[in-house]
């Protein structure tokens, strides 16, 4: 069974960090890239960052580049987003994704890539 769950979303001020855990199924974890996407009221869902199976190519939102760091511990079947320096604009729900296709043909920043979903958890950064 395929299973996507996030966790660690809550209340920080601007300036604070979360960190962001999704786990998956064994199997589903160590097949396929994964990435991040976030969702604010009234927006569309939009691309975070992305990483390969093994780590080593990794995507990032500009809005995010220097702030956010996407990781994933393949033993703990477990994918990270470290959120650092938050602003009130990073206020949304965020999902982790998961896809099956290779990192040579895929699009990151496209949420039709992505084949599984997690539930969401919400982020709200205080100004």
């Known amino acids: 069974q395929v299973q996507v769950v996030e966790s660690g979303g809550g209340l920080v001020q601007a300036g604070g960090s979360l960190r962001l855990s999704c786990a998956a199924s064994?199997?589903?974890?160590?097949?396929?890239?994964m990435g991040w996407f976030r969702q604010a009221p009234g927006k569309e869902r939009e691309f975070v960052a992305a990483i390969s199976w093994s780590g080593g190519m990794t995507s990032y939102a500009d809005s995010v580049k220097g702030r956010f760091t996407i990781s994933r511990d393949n033993a703990k079947n477990t994918m990270y987003l470290q959120m650092n320096s938050l602003k009130p604009e990073d206020t949304a729900v965020y999902y982790c994704?998961?896809?099956?296709?290779?990192?040579?043909?895929?699009?990151?920043?496209?949420?039709?890539?992505?084949?599984?979903w997690g539930q969401g958890t919400q982020v709200t950064v205080s100004s």
């Open positions: 064994a199997r589903t974890f160590s097949s396929y890239s």
């Open positions: 994704a998961v896809s099956g296709s290779h990192w040579y043909t895929f699009r990151p920043t496209t949420a039709s890539e992505y084949d599984y």
